[in-house]
């Protein structure tokens, strides 16, 4: 399908742009401030079966994997229930132990990824209860599932994910912040939480202002051969998503590690010539991220912390407004992908069409 670019340049600013618009929609109608939770109609699981799960374990490819490893950890922090997420081909072909008292949630933004659809069939077959969180209304997952949720997105035309990973992860919090409250999530936190989730739309426009500053920033590190990308807990799916949008479109070489693992390794690395991208959020771990930065600016290293305030060993911060702690990956994400956007751009890339990709992996 072909839609309007609406003047943009690409499909990929395009969508970047909408983040604000899409963010809001999967959002409207599902929040219930009366009770401090949201209705998520089309889970087909009541009360006491959401009760009754004691693990989650959430599956997908590529950028929808990423999307799902922010979603568990989510979910274990509103709603504390073990959760993890694992790329769908690892699991398909590993034989896994399918457990009845799991839930398992199917990622996928075009709904037909045929490994994650092949997962979905294997564990259903299993006896399992899938969900599926998806892009597409009507696709192949979507119809698979036992029940889930649509993010809502629209259509995503670019080969690279970028609104449908924002709003996925917008549709794991809404999730959680469901399960929470049906489970020991207090009112007080699911207030917290719908009023963090509201100001989202804003906070991505704010963001999105930033453009220029972030455009020059990009200019710098169009020339490195690799980049490393660093994040800690919350912040590692953060890292792993923006590595693999700067390859994906830019070719530039991009490694992303936790924030904690530097040192069994990859500190090796660090030199003059290869840059770090640190998400640096003002959380309880803020410290032990500040200390990662020691470590890389005594090597030389060259730092772009994307954080709530400037950070002093970095080179360059880019600053993004604060959330609450738990939705703090969403907006962090943001300034990434109009980094590696304009990194591809300066590099002269195909960026709607990047080499050897297609935007729906359909075969195996
Ligand atoms: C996204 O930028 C990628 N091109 C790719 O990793 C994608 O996320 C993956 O193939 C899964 O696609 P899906 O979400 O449509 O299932």
């Known amino acids: 399908a072909s839609y309007d670019m609406g003047g943009h340049d690409t499909y990929m600013h395009k969508e970047i742009s909408e983040q604000p618009d899409a963010v809001d929609r999967v959002l409207r109608g599902r929040i219930d401030d009366r009770f401090s939770t949201v209705h998520l109609g ?3 699981l009541d009360a006491r079966e959401a009760r009754s799960i004691r693990r989650i374990k959430i599956l997908g490819c590529g950028t929808s994997y990423h999307a799902g490893l922010i979603g568990a950890g989510l979910i274990e922090s ?4 073990p959760a993890d997420a694992e790329p769908a081909s690892e699991f398909r072909y590993r034989n896994p132990v399918v457990d009845p008292d799991t839930l398992y949630i199917a990622v996928s933004q075009s709904g037909e990824t045929y490994d994650v659809l092949a997962a979905v069939q294997e564990l259903k077959r299993k006896g399992a209860r899938v969900l599926g969180v998806v892009n597409v209304v009507g696709s192949a997952i979507a119809r698979e599932a036992d029940g ?3 993010v809502h997105a629209g259509p995503e035309v670019c080969v690279v994910s970028t609104k449908c990973f924002t709003n996925t992860v917008v549709a794991f919090a809404l999730l959680a912040l469901h399960l929470g409250r049906i489970r020991d999530l207090s009112v007080t936190d699911g207030k917290r939480i719908i009023e963090g989730l509201r100001r989202l739309p804003g906070q991505i426009e704010e963001i999105l ?3 220029d500053d972030i455009k020059k920033l990009a200019k710098e590190y169009a020339g490195a051969q690799s980049m490393m990308f660093i994040g800690r807990v919350r912040g590692y799916p953060v890292a792993l998503e923006a590595s693999l949008k700067l390859k994906e479109i830019s070719y530039i070489h991009a490694e992303a590690y936790p924030a904690s693992e530097l040192k069994h390794g990859p500190l090796a690395l660090i030199e003059p010539a290869l840059p770090t991208v640190a998400i640096v959020p003002d959380d309880d771990l803020l410290e032990k991220n500040r ?3 020691e470590e890389i600016k005594a090597r030389s290293g060259r730092i772009l912390a994307v954080a709530h305030q400037t950070q002093e060993k970095a080179d360059h911060t880019i600053v993004v407004p604060k ?3 738990e939705l ?3 907006l962090m994400g943001i300034p990434l992908q109009l980094l590696a956007y304009h990194t591809a751009l300066a590099m002269g890339r195909d960026i709607d069409k990047p080499r050897n990709l297609a935007k729906s992996v359909t075969v195996e």
């Not at 509103?78 to 229930?81: G, Q």
């Open 328 to 330: 703090d990956p969403i």
């Open 323 to 325: 959330n609450e702690d």
């Open 78 to 81: 509103m709603a504390r229930i």
């Open 291 to 293: 200390a990662a930065l």
């Open 148 to 150: 889930g949720m649509y």
């Open 209 to 211: 202002k930033s453009e």
């Open 42 to 44: 089309g889970l087909n």
